[in-house]
T-cell receptor, first 115, second 115 residues
Framework: ETGVTQSPTHLIKTRGQQVTLRCSSQ?????VSWYQQALGQGPQFIFQ???????GRGNFPPRFSGLQFPNYSSELNVNALELDDSALYLC??????????????FGPGTRLTVL | GESVGLHLPTLSVQEGDNSIINCAYS??????FIWYKQESGKGPQFIID?????DKRQGQRVTVLLNKTVKHLSLQIAATQPGDSAVYFC??????????????FGTGTRLTVIP
């Protein structure tokens, strides 16, 4: 186990709805990254938070947004859900921020299904 | 964008044999590569990493080789065991390009170990 937890485990939503996914980072880690993994694909980087600030973003629209809290836990929010948003959402925690190559520890993911 | 790919989507090996999983990358400026193992229902698990100033790195039963001339990465697993059955991803850290410690993953190779 990596010490990274995510909730909920599974979630079913309908198109147009909004969803919030949560991640608790490993103790002592100040950086959280979020990834989207479609079925049969590798994870795609969404964004990263370092000490409560966004520290890089992948090619995802603004309806994907996030937060990091003072305890370094994080939320991923997705508005106006689309069918293609159905995926496994992974968060990874690490120590360090900008240009830090410290190991990223992944949580088990949240499986989101959009109907 | 994503610049990491894999040569083979599936690989089957006999228990006890050695496994070799290959990966190509396109960004010659990338300087950090990681191999992850992902079992069904779990997040990616770190296996081994290598920086671009190295050609080879060994861990427990695993070896990563980096050929910068042809932009190729490989993961060798010695004496493959049934517990090694999983999907394996190579990932490229684009931190020097993006300023964030984010990873670009390939599609993955599914390794099946035949008892």
């Amino acid at each position: 186990e990596t010490g990274v937890t995510q909730s909920p485990t599974h979630l079913i939503k309908t198109r147009g709805q909004q969803v919030t996914l949560r991640c608790s980072s490993q103790s002592g880690h100040n950086t959280v990254s979020w990834y989207q993994q479609a079925l049969g694909q590798g994870p795609q980087f969404i964004f990263q938070y370092y000490r409560e600030e966004e520290n890089g973003r992948g090619n995802f629209p603004p309806r994907f947004s996030g937060l990091q809290f003072p305890n370094y836990s994080s939320e991923l929010n997705v508005n106006a859900l689309e069918l293609d948003d159905s995926a496994l959402y992974l968060c990874a925690s690490s120590l360090g921020g900008r240009r830090s190559y410290n190991e990223q520890f992944f949580g088990p993911g949240t499986r989101l299904t959009v109907l | 964008g994503e610049s990491v790919g894999l040569h083979l989507p599936t690989l089957s090996v006999q228990e006890g044999d050695n496994s070799i999983i290959n990966c190509a990358y396109s960004n010659s400026a990338s300087d950090y590569f990681i191999w992850y193992k992902q079992e069904s229902g779990k997040g990616p698990q770190f296996i081994i990493d290598i920086r671009s100033n190295m050609d080879k790195r060994q861990g427990q039963r695993v070896t990563v080789l980096l050929n910068k001339t042809v932009k190729h990465l490989s993961l060798q697993i010695a004496a493959t065991q049934p517990g090694d059955s999983a999907v394996y991803f190579c990932a490229e850290n684009m931190g020097e390009q993006t300023g964030a410690n984010n990873l670009f993953f390939g599609t993955g190779t599914r390794l099946t170990v035949i008892p």
